[in-house]
């Protein structure tokens, strides 16, 4: 028995397109809000009663790159964006904007995205954190459609603190090549740490200069639970430079607090990371002041919060860029500036909300580690 022909009949010709039925078409097109995936054009104009060539257009109005939680994108069509698209289009008065005529809220948004580097979330949070500057309410996906659409002036996706990059795909761990970082393997570090349900257990790593620049480097530590950020310029990247800023910042918060704040230190196989004996026992004591790990080689994503935090310090500090160029004070500029900034993973708080959070109201943070606004 032979296939049935499908005949299509009755296809609209009007190209307008209704706020619902860019609803439906969204429902539709993206699989949500219980309505069955339908991807051809073809059989979506039969629905909605449009001709297939009005689809693909509308389709093209309305597609939005979305970000992922794994920083990969997903494109999906959107009905408020394309919504937003045809006002502007089709309208010389300009598109009717939830903000309309705010500029109070326009400018200071502005002002977070493009100055100081904030992202939509981050934008709100920080509005929601101290005070809006107006009456006008918005939501973090009608702040990124309105962005990504052009509608806040100049502002596009590359102002965005991450600017849409994707991570690297996980792939198999590879065995360390030395036997001393096998035994401190990061397979063998405690589940609070690894599950992220216990403070003080951090990821390091060093941020270097451009090929021909002077040996002077960043140390990055990030404390995996609240994201708290230190950042330390040092003279080299060298285990010996590694242990004497490990061995300042002990000194600095006494080294009782050191290990309140520091269980484990999981490093990368670099050279800067081999002094283990150096770098585990305190400056002041005879005590233990850490338990060092070692992520596998060329596996980066064990280390992702402090990989996504040096990717932040790349926005201040570009690559091929001498880190000598930047003083110590403009180092702990951008320190401050990361644990300051409201994470959505930390429902709007900061890392530095957070950490004093860990640490409860009778123990405060040391003033060397406090955000200077």
């Known amino acids: 028995m032979g296939r049935t ?12 397109f209704t706020w619902e039925q860019r609803l439906q078409l969204q429902y539709h097109h993206n699989g949500t809000n219980g309505y069955q995936k339908i991807r051809s054009p073809l059989v979506l104009g039969t629905l909605l009663g449009k001709h297939e060539s009005t689809i693909r257009r509308e389709l093209n109005r309305g597609m939005v790159e979305h970000l992922r939680s794994d920083l990969g994108t997903v494109r999906e069509y959107n009905a408020e964006y394309a919504q937003l698209d045809a006002k502007l289009k089709g309208g010389a008065k300009g598109p009717d904007l939830k903000l309309g005529h705010d500029w109070a809220l326009v400018e200071e948004v502005t002002r977070l995205v493009r100055d100081k580097g904030y992202s939509p979330y981050a934008v709100i949070a920080e509005f929601n954190n101290t005070h809006w500057p107006s009456g006008t309410r918005i939501c973090e996906k009608t702040l990124y459609n309105y962005i990504q659409a052009g509608y806040l002036g100049d502002l596009t996706e590359k102002d965005l603190l991450l600017g849409g990059k994707r991570r690297k795909a996980k792939g198999e761990p590879k065995r360390h090549s030395r036997a001393a970082a096998a035994a401190k393997s990061i397979s063998k570090r405690p589940q609070e740490a690894e599950d992220r349900s216990e403070f003080g257990h951090w990821e390091a790593d060093t941020v270097v200069g ?23 310029r040092i003279d080299s990247r060298t285990a010996r430079a590694v242990k004497e800023e490990l061995d300042v910042i002990e000194r600095q918060i006494g080294p009782t ?20 004996a150096g770098l585990e026992q305190s400056v002041r004591s005879l005590q233990q002041r850490l338990v060092l790990y070692f992520a596998h080689p060329y596996s980066s994503f064990e280390r992702g919060t402090n990989e996504n935090h040096n990717g932040i310090i790349r926005r201040f500090i570009p690559k091929g860029s001498d880190i000598a160029d930047y003083s110590k004070r403009k180092v702990r500029t951008i320190q401050d500036w990361m644990n300051a900034y409201p994470r959505k993973i930390l429902q709007g708080m900061t890392p530095s909300m957070a950490l004093q959070a860990e640490l409860g109201p009778e123990l405060r943070l040391p003033k060397i580690l406090e955000v200077k606004r």
């Open 210 to 232: 451009g090929t021909g620049s002077s040996p002077t480097c960043l140390l990055t530590l990030t404390e995996r639970k609240t994201r708290f950020e230190i950042t330390r």
């Open 5 to 16: 022909k499908l005949i299509i009949e009755n296809r609209g010709r009007h190209t307008h």
């Open 257 to 276: 607090f050191f290990r309140l704040l520091f269980r484990t230190v999981t490093g990368d196989n670099g050279g800067e990371f081999a002094d283990i």
